[in-house]
């Protein structure tokens, strides 16, 4: 097996004053000894390795050293190699803390699309389109976008939801009309024999609280009327099952597992209600409720609620119901005291170095949280992408601006290559994030 090595235009760790002297290939299967090579003044190098388990599901990482220190990096997702026979496997390979096009090309121009890892490699963006279209997909492996997928009506372009179910489709769900995508045969079906609860037909833009081994839990969202507590339970099959409600109605909840069937859920609430709860099927109502009597924390709203590692979360920007402007601090919450016998709040500080409401934030390999969209005190998108470090989750210093993006309504998710990919804002491109 052959590996070509691509460079973003502005990216390439081997060009320029600072350009990377080595380059390094690590197989990820704790077995296999890296190889180390030198570079030319051009740019050029050449590496071969034996893997010692080709057996094993394992990752590929191409790294750029100089004087020591990694300045670059690209990896694939995992893989089984004793499966493949000869072939060029591309592997993407750009700057630390940078953000870039791929290399796979251009999809649906989407606004806060829903992002999704299929089954490795596969990557996909549902939702938010101006018209119908089918999900756009792409494989993170060859860097290539797959053919045009099966169209998926308008429906599901706004306020819908989706979760991967036990046998790798993806079930679409808005009100109480759902479709099953099966990406390996690239149809799109109702599902008749489990279709969703009549309860839920009024009840769109809802949270997902998505389980590793297939289906979840659907919270809350909203009616005509207003947000609504509702939680319903998909089983990996599809079947939907009745699940206790939310403690506070909630319109599009971000939603952040801490177990099975248990989440910590911010946002959406209405003036009166705390902006955190905790959700998991055993708790009392007294258990979920998270009343920390700090005003900038209770009154909270338009929040990105991230992961940070070592049992903490952020809640990034925002607004404070009753107080001008945008919040002017960010906060740390101790996920491990969502039950009570200690305090959830860790503190409150600006980590933010750009204000915004709506981010998007997702927590990036290297224990960095990327943030970027949502809107300034003007109303206008927010332009910076920032990275803040959590390497110390409990002290994080504040965040660098690595780019620049002015698009609201941006999704990320991170990717089992190691980087984030960044979708939506309108745009008909996506890019991404690697540490």
């Known amino acids: 097996m052959s590996i070509r090595v691509f460079t973003p235009d502005g990216g390439d760790p081997w060009v320029?004053?600072?350009a990377a002297t080595q380059a390094r290939l690590?197989?990820?299967?704790?077995?296999?000894?890296?190889?180390?090579?030198a570079v030319s003044p051009t740019g050029?190098?050449?590496?071969?390795?034996?893997?010692?388990?080709?057996?094993l599901r394992s990752r590929i990482v191409v790294e750029a050293l100089r004087d020591g220190e990694v300045v670059g990096s690209g990896g694939t997702p995992l893989a089984l190699w004793s499966s493949f026979g000869p072939t060029l496997l591309p592997v993407w390979v750009q700057l630390r803390d940078?953000?870039?096009v791929?290399?796979?090309g251009d999809g649906a121009r989407r606004t806060r699309p829903m992002l999704l890892e299929l089954t490795s490699p596969f990557v996909a963006a549902f939702g938010?389109?101006?018209?119908?279209?089918?999900?756009?997909v792409f494989n993170a492996l060859v860097l290539r976008r797959e053919d045009v997928a099966a169209t998926i009506e308008d429906t599901f372009n706004r306020d819908a939801s989706a979760l991967r179910l036990g046998d790798s489709t993806v079930l679409l769900v808005r009100g109480c009309v759902s479709v099953v995508w099966n990406p390996g045969a690239n149809t799109v079906a109702s599902p008749t024999a489990r279709p969703a609860p009549q309860g839920r037909c009024d009840v769109i833009a809802s949270g997902v609280l998505q389980e590793p081994g297939g289906g979840g839990y659907v919270l809350g969202g909203r009616t005509a009327t207003g947000a609504v507590a509702r939680v319903d339970r998909v089983?990996?099959?599809?079947?939907?099952?009745?699940?206790?409600?939310?403690?506070?109605a909630r319109e599009r909840p971000s939603v952040l597992r801490l177990g099975e069937g248990d989440a910590l859920v911010a946002g959406g609430q209405g003036a009166t209600a705390d902006f955190l709860e905790r959700w998991a099927p055993m708790l009392t109502a007294a258990q979920r409720t998270l009343h920390t009597g700090d005003d900038r924390v209770d009154r909270r709203e338009g929040a990105?609620?991230?992961?940070?590692?070592?049992?903490?979360?952020?809640?990034?920007?925002?607004?404070?119901?009753g107080s001008p402007g945008l919040a002017a601090e960010d906060v740390l919450l101790d996920t491990r005291c969502a039950t009570g016998g200690c305090g959830v709040l860790l503190g409150v500080r600006a980590l933010l170095t750009q204000r915004r409401r709506d981010a998007a934030a997702a927590l990036a390999e290297g224990e960095r949280v990327v943030v970027a969209s949502g809107t300034g005190a003007e109303g206008m998108p927010a332009d910076a992408v920032e990275v803040i470090d959590v390497s110390v989750a409990r002290t994080p210093r504040t965040g660098v601006t690595v780019a620049s993006l002015p698009y609201e309504g941006l999704s990320m998710l991170p990717l089992s290559t190691g980087s984030v990919w960044i979708a939506g804002g309108g745009r008909a491109e996506s890019w991404l994030y690697r540490h």
């Open 16 to 18: 320029g004053d600072a």
């Open 26 to 37: 690590r197989i990820e299967d704790q077995t296999t000894q890296p190889q180390t090579v």
């Open 44 to 55: 050029s190098f050449s590496l071969r390795v034996e893997l010692a388990r080709p057996d």
């Open 98 to 100: 940078s953000v870039a």
């Open 102 to 104: 791929p290399p796979w």
């Open 128 to 136: 938010g389109a101006l018209s119908a279209t089918g999900a756009d």
């Open 235 to 248: 089983m990996p099959d599809g079947t939907w099952v009745a699940a206790d409600p939310l403690t506070t």
């Open 304 to 321: 990105a609620l991230v992961a940070a590692g070592d049992g903490v979360a952020l809640a990034l920007g925002g607004a404070v119901a």
